[in-house]
């Protein structure tokens, strides 16, 4: 009895895995070319994706503070909101404060120069709930100055202590806000804040009602709620206010986003598509080339099925491997990109994020699957006569 | 009738050329019992690879029936074939027709595959085969570009029998071979016959016939003579 070396016999696994590794491997060049088409396009689909995510988390992010506002305006024929109407506002119990603010829009001179800028009539300590001083002091309840954005404060050379004119009115700027960019409320950097009786004292043409009131909800999951009770107490007859709330148009900025990232997803897929054909030549090359190889393996019995299986095998083998590829790139070059635009890669640790990787990469074996089985349908359906006479 | 390997009844077949047809094989009659070891000789298109195919289950014929072991495969459909091909005949090809991208080895365990013979098993029989084709096992993980002629027909005879079929289908299989390989190569198919396998060698080469105990001449498409 001979003795067999062992470790010969040992095979690396499934003989079908092996078969289709190694004819991936004998068309190399084939093989690579296939590749980058779905390389690409998962990376197309998953990072387009991602980044539609990363820019919906950081919207939602920078009006986190105020999602428990809501902005109360006059509606319709109405043209402001009385006094009377904001003391109904405070009744609401799920309301944590009512801020009644003044506001138009007038020329601000300073020296030599001027510009068009808001001019906001506000109760100093709503005002301070609004807004934070940058530089200076913050305005006091008897104060007859004012505060203004940093915008304007450059754009007209402004330092604390200087005096802007607005309706022949000289105002000495108190303190200078911090800048605080987009704002659901009331817009900080390019504006005026003075206190109520100032505001009057100015724009005497006002009847000393009140042009928006911003609410603020005790609680974001409050938002609704309040919209409710503010629309059933003011819009009994008929629509006295409109409410605008950050929570909803928050919801409508995220909508947009999330039609952008499937726009690109889309675009991206076409590439997929286009990857899909690709596989779907490279397998039809390889069956006529191996039609010899095909009768052969039918005369000594392979069945449709163990044919149609080698050859999925090949294109799943290839669309696994590229799809994985892709996936893992796309969240490396995202992460670069966050890094450098949103200064914040936090916004990557989302679960969306994880599913666009995911989604990205089962499409793209499944677009190369489907490449692969019209090829594989073909191959199996050879009849082992006519291919061993194949040259 | 047990005894009855292969049985042909009126044989007929026909293929279209353009708007001629051509006669390949005529009414033939053949039967292979077991044990037999026969060769079909004849000039090339006289038919004889036609009738090696039809035996083999590669084809169908025009008319007539064709029994493997007493089944009439004459109206079988494709999968039929292939799992009677599968469990009853193994081929020997004149270009040895071994996958390339196959160890020696997995060529012959290939027709196991596909038979669902488990991977221990599969193993062990490929390795004995080896033997009884007297190739060392240290061939064993060659690819088939890194064996000589004689090697891959070995290989090549080592699959055929993988699935242990009561017939050999042999295709001209010195054909491609030096004399002295050729000669060992039919000396394996005799000791191959002379244990029991069924033995079918389609041939021009008359120094074959030494070989056999029976002989069929094919002249366009019909018999003309046996000799044992």
């Known amino acids: 009895m001979v003795k067999y070396p062992m470790k010969i016999v040992k095979q690396p696994g499934n003989i079908y895995i092996q078969l289709a590794k190694r004819n991936l491997e004998r068309r190399v060049v084939r093989t690579i070319l296939a590749a980058v088409g779905i390389i690409i396009g998962v990376f197309a689909i998953s990072s387009m994706g991602i980044l539609g995510n990363c820019l919906k988390v950081s919207v939602s992010n920078s009006f986190e503070d105020y999602s428990n506002e809501i902005v109360v305006y006059p509606a319709g024929g109405e043209t402001s909101i009385t006094e009377n109407q904001v003391k109904q506002l405070d009744k609401i119990s799920e309301i944590e404060s009512v801020l009644p603010i003044y506001s138009s829009g007038t020329k601000i001179e300073y020296k030599d120069k001027s510009m068009y800028g808001a001019v906001y009539g506000i109760e100093n300590e709503d005002l301070t709930s609004l807004v934070e001083i940058d530089n200076g002091k913050m305005l006091k309840s008897s104060s007859t100055g004012c505060v203004i954005g940093q915008e304007l404060a450059n754009f007209l050379d402004i330092k604390v202590g200087g005096k802007v004119t607005l309706e022949d009115t000289k105002l000495k700027v108190t303190g200078i806000l911090k800048k605080r960019g987009m704002s659901p409320d009331v817009s900080v950097d390019n504006s ?43 819009n009994k007859k008929d629509d006295k206010v409109f409410l605008s709330s950050v929570k909803n148009m928050l919801s409508g900025v995220e909508d947009a986003l999330r039609y952008v990232s499937l726009f690109l997803m889309g675009i991206g897929s076409i590439s997929l598509v286009v990857a899909s054909v690709s ?21 000594v019995g392979a069945s449709k099925k163990d044919i149609m299986k080698m050859f999925v095998l090949e294109s799943l083998i290839l669309g696994i491997i590229a799809s994985f ?25 989302d679960r969306g994020v994880f599913l666009y990787i995911v989604g990205g990469i089962g499409f793209g074996i499944i677009t190369s699957l489907t490449g692969g089985v019209y090829p594989a349908l073909k191959a199996s359906k050879m009849k082992p006569i006519d291919s061993l006479k194949y040259q | 009738m047990s005894d009855q390997v292969v049985e042909l009844q009126e044989i007929t077949k026909t293929y279209a050329l353009g708007s001629n047809y051509i006669h390949a094989l005529k009414d033939v009659n053949l039967s292979i019992k077991k044990g037999d070891f026969l060769t079909i000789m004849g000039a090339s298109g006289s038919g004889k690879s036609t009738l090696l195919n039809l035996i083999g289950c590669l084809d169908t014929p025009t008319k007539g ?31 040895f027709n071994l996958i390339p991208t196959l160890t020696a080895l997995e060529n012959i365990e290939l027709p196991m595959v596909f038979s669902k013979v488990s991977e221990v098993t599969r193993q062990k029989k490929a390795l004995s085969l080896l033997e009884q084709v007297n190739l060392d096992s240290k061939y064993a993980t060659h690819k088939p570009y890194e064996l000589s002629g004689g090697q891959q027909q ?44 069924t033995m079918v060698v389609v041939t021009h080469d008359p120094t074959l016939m030494h070989y056999s105990n029976r002989n069929v001449k094919l002249i366009d498409g019909e018999i003309s003579n046996e000799n044992s």
Request: no cysteine; charged share 25%.
């Open chain 2, 154 to 197: 070995r290989v090549a005879i080592a699959r055929a029998l993988a699935n242990s079929p009561s017939l050999l289908l042999a295709d001209e299989p010195t054909g491609n071979l030096d004399t002295k390989t050729g000669r060992e190569i039919m000396e394996l198919l005799r000791f191959l016959n002379l244990n029991g396998t």
């Open chain 1, 325 to 349: 590829i892709g996936g893992i790139l796309s969240l490396g070059i995202v992460f670069v990109i966050t890094d450098l635009i949103l200064k914040d890669v936090s916004s990557l640790f």
């Open chain 2, 65 to 95: 029936i064709i029994k493997i072991n007493n089944i009439d495969i004459s109206k079988l459909d494709d999968e039929q074939l292939t799992a009677i091909r599968r469990s009853n005949i193994g081929f020997i090809f004149q270009q």
């Open chain 1, 192 to 234: 005026i804040f003075v206190n109520p009786e100032v505001y009057n004292k100015i724009f005497t043409d006002n009847n000393k009602e009140y042009d928006f009131v911003v609410v603020k909800a005790k609680n974001v999951d409050d938002v609704d709620g309040v919209e409710n009770s503010v629309k059933k107490i003011l």
């Open chain 1, 279 to 299: 596989i779907l030549n490279i397998m039809l090359m390889s069956v006529t080339e191996r039609t010899k190889e095909i009768g052969i393996m039918k005369a």
